[in-house]
């Protein structure tokens, strides 16, 4: 079974920037990835996508502020958020799908302050 686990988030003012990576204990090399977040009280939301061709899609709410990447020799996908607003602080999580089971990791807390 693949885990997944992220790591890169914390507390950063409006406008700033955070890298978040996801690092699976597998190979991602034929998997489409994704992000998503859940704020409180929300539901949990896609926010990126990534083929294993590297084609990406992104929300509208996030598009030409977040990237996101893949470095399949090191089974780490990334999210580059820039021009972070306080309505992205969430917590967000990777997923993927590894031998037809969906798989999440544990999440990692955003929290951007006005």
């Known amino acids: 079974q693949v885990q997944l686990v992220e790591s890169g988030g914390g507390l950063v003012q409006a406008g700033g920037s955070l890298r978040l990576s996801c690092a699976a204990s597998?190979?991602?090399?034929?998997?489409?990835m994704r992000w998503y977040r859940q704020a409180p009280g929300n539901q949990r939301e896609l926010v990126a996508t990534?083929?294993?061709?590297?084609?990406?899609n992104y929300a509208d709410s996030v598009k030409g502020r977040f990237t996101i990447s893949r470095d399949n020799a090191k089974n780490t996908v990334y999210l580059q958020m820039n021009s972070l607003k306080p309505e992205d602080t969430a917590v967000y999580y990777c997923a993927g799908i590894f031998d037809e089971s969906l798989t999440w990791g544990q999440g990692t807390q955003v929290t951007v302050s006005s």
């Open positions: 597998g190979s991602i090399l034929s998997i489409t």
């Open positions: 990534i083929t294993r061709g590297g084609t990406t």
